[in-house]
């Protein structure tokens, strides 16, 4: 385990235990980046936060939700998602959902006369 960290990021055996150990622990993406800048002081917090989500996704996956009926029926006006009904969505995903209900898109006036 703590190989295949080290190599997916750069750093060292010793410096991915530190990580790791981290991890297991309940610490988080913020966690990594400062260890990463603390484990080489030329590297940006940019570098460091890519890379610490590169490891999380690699090592974690990505967490994804399932929609309950009131999200599957928002889901179904939005063009995005209508091939995915069925899927679990990223969290990304879910914010442009709730995004959408919050500032829902303009709505033609013809949907509107009778």
């Known amino acids: ?23 297991i622990y ?5 966690f990594a980046e400062r260890l990463l800048m603390q484990f080489n002081h030329q590297m ?5 936060r890519t890379k610490a989500r590169t490891m999380y996704q690699m090592t974690k996956g990505t967490r994804k939700y399932v929609l309950n009926d009131e999200g599957q029926a928002v889901a179904e ?12 969505v990223t969290r990304e995903e879910l914010r442009y959902l709730v995004r959408s209900l919050q500032h829902p898109p303009a709505v033609s006036s ?3 006369q009778k």
């Open 1 to 23: 385990m703590h190989s295949k960290t080290a190599s997916l990021i750069g750093i060292d055996r010793d410096q991915a235990k530190v990580l790791n150990y981290g991890r």
């Open 26 to 30: 309940g610490a988080g993406v913020t």
């Open 44 to 48: 940006s917090s940019t570098e460091a």
């Open 77 to 88: 006006n939005l063009t995005k998602f209508r091939d995915k009904m069925d899927e679990p």
């Open 110 to 112: 013809r949907l509107f």
